[in-house]
T-cell receptor, first 112, second 113 residues
Framework: NAGVMQNPRHLVRRRGQEARLRCSPM?????VYWYRQLPEEGLKFMVY????????ESGMPKERFSAEFPKEGPSILRIQQVVRGDSAAYFC??????????FGSGTRLTVV | QQQVKQSPQSLIVQKGGISIINCAYE??????FPWYQQFPGKGPALLIA?????SEKKEGRFTISFNKSAKQFSLHIMDSQPGDSATYFC????????????FGSGTQLTVLP
């Protein structure tokens, strides 16, 4: 039973490009959370999704950021027109029942 | 607004010593308090967790002490080992609906051999 799979592990984008981060939750987990970790800081909640629904996006910037969790396939965190301040590690966590969260190894985004 | 405050920011302990990390929270809607361990390049991994109706929980060398009235909780690592060197995060989970984790700022623990 594979854990939470995130890809790519490292992503380099130039300013203004789009970044797509993927998260495949553990088998049987229908709850997905995205967190962002800036250097030397704790993780900050961004968005909580269930299959085909965004439940809570209170931590996500209003512009340029979007997330989805389709019926089939991984959850996607999309950042349009990236800026240097978007450089961070982005972690996905999944849960079967909004407890017992399992984290992926993250995607480290670098904007140059 | 930092809802979970964690200290110290960094901690150096000799092998065999006790590592103590403290956290405080303000939001009384939190009802679950996990601790996570993170190694460089990895995601956080659950270490131990406690609910507020319990004052202490022990799992092996790791103990959580919880003081509900003071809204404080701490992690004690007994007989600290070099392999424990990592960043530790306390967290708190709010009641429904989303139940997302609110993390402290982290403590970088170094255990000297």
């Amino acid at each position: 039973n594979a854990g939470v799979m995130q890809n790519p592990r490292h992503l380099v984008r130039r300013r203004g490009q789009e970044a797509r981060l993927r998260c495949s939750p553990m088998k049987g987990h229908s709850h997905v959370y995205w967190y962002r970790q800036l250097p030397e800081e704790g993780l900050k909640f961004m968005v909580y999704l269930q299959k085909e629904n965004i439940i809570d996006e209170s931590g996500m910037p209003k512009e340029r950021f979007s997330a989805e969790f389709p019926k089939e396939g991984p959850s996607i965190l999309r950042i349009q027109q990236v800026v240097r301040g978007d450089s961070a590690a982005y972690f996905c966590a999944s849960s079967p029942d909004r407890s017992g969260y399992t984290f992926g190894s993250g995607t480290r985004l670098t904007v140059v | 607004q930092q809802q979970v405050k964690q200290s110290p920011q960094s901690l150096i302990v000799q092998k065999g010593g006790i590592s103590i990390i403290n956290c405080a929270y303000e939001n009384t809607a939190f009802d679950y308090f996990p601790w996570y361990q993170q190694f460089p390049g990895k995601g956080p991994a659950l270490l131990i967790a406690i609910r507020p109706d319990v004052s202490e929980k022990k799992e092996g060398r790791f103990t959580i002490s919880f003081n509900k009235s003071a809204k404080q909780f701490s992690l004690h690592i007994m007989d600290s080992q070099p392999g424990d060197s990592a960043t530790y995060f306390c967290a708190a989970v709010q009641r429904a609906p989303a139940r997302q984790l609110t993390f402290g700022s982290g403590t970088q623990l170094t255990v000297l051999p």
